[in-house]
């Protein structure tokens, strides 16, 4: 910004001088004379006015540098960080697109090894580690490397998914016994012996309940059975108010 401030004060300066040495009579004698004449008064102050023309100038460079400075951004330099965003914009798309393109294989190889354990005779072993297991988070450590010495390399994520599969399989299995030693007709007697079964708690199985409801190809709506399930609940009850009432 000195150099700014010296180009935009010192030229002006130049000039004007040339410019009054021109006009000036004294031109041919020299600079020297021209000072100590009564034409120094002249030149001064012309001097100070061009001066004091060129520091607005400086004022507004000033401002203009210090703003693009609190910026990070500078006149100069902002063709080239637009260069460099592009560069980092590509090189992250670049990345992107081969961690997509990993993930894609990988999840690939996931499910050609799944459908290979859960058509083979190994899918036992994690039947049975489901089955001796009911802790919240048990160690799978031991079945990885079992799994891994029959040919099937999981990652840990890989063999949650599988065990979580498992756990769910085994508790539809354990809930549909429930319904199956009763002659059930209809929706209301299949309502009938969930809420027998879980009482109060039964919002914990409605998804296996609708699940099973399904598949037995029971009429319902899905978005109505909350209000067929509480009426049942009203008239459950109510039959017991009646018994009540005549055993008092």
Not at 24 to 36: A, E, P
Not at 212 to 233: C, T, V, W
């Amino acid at each position: 910004m000195g150099i700014i401030f010296l180009i935009l004060w010192i030229g002006p300066c130049s000039i004007g001088t040339i410019n009054l040495l021109t006009e000036s009579d004294n031109y041919d004698r020299g600079l020297s004379y021209l000072i100590g004449s009564a034409e120094t008064s002249k030149l001064t102050n012309r001097l100070i006015g061009i001066g004091i023309i060129a520091f607005f100038p400086f004022i507004f460079f000033a401002s203009l540098y210090y703003e693009q400075k609190k910026r990070g951004e500078f006149l100069f330099k902002r063709q080239s960080r637009k260069k460099d965003n592009r560069k980092e914009e590509a090189l992250r798309k670049k990345y992107q697109k081969e961690w997509e393109k990993r993930k894609k294989e990988r999840r690939k190889i996931f499910e050609r090894n799944k459908m290979m354990l859960e058509s083979g005779p190994h899918k036992k072993l994690v039947e049975r580690f489901v089955a001796t297991n009911r802790s919240a988070w048990p160690n799978t450590d031991k079945l990885k490397q079992l799994l891994q010495s029959k040919g099937f390399d999981f990652k840990y994520t890989e063999l949650d998914s599988i065990i979580n599969e498992e756990k769910q399989r085994q508790e539809y299995e354990k809930f549909k016994r429930t319904f199956e030693d009763d002659d059930l007709n209809d929706l209301r007697d299949y309502i009938v012996i969930f809420l027998d079964s879980y009482g109060e708690h039964y919002g914990e199985q409605i998804d296996f309940f609708i699940r099973l409801l399904k598949e037995q190809k029971i009429d319902f709506n899905k978005d109505e059975i909350e209000n067929h399930i509480q009426n049942i609940i009203k008239e459950i009850e109510l039959e017991k108010y009646e018994k009540q009432l005549f055993h008092l």
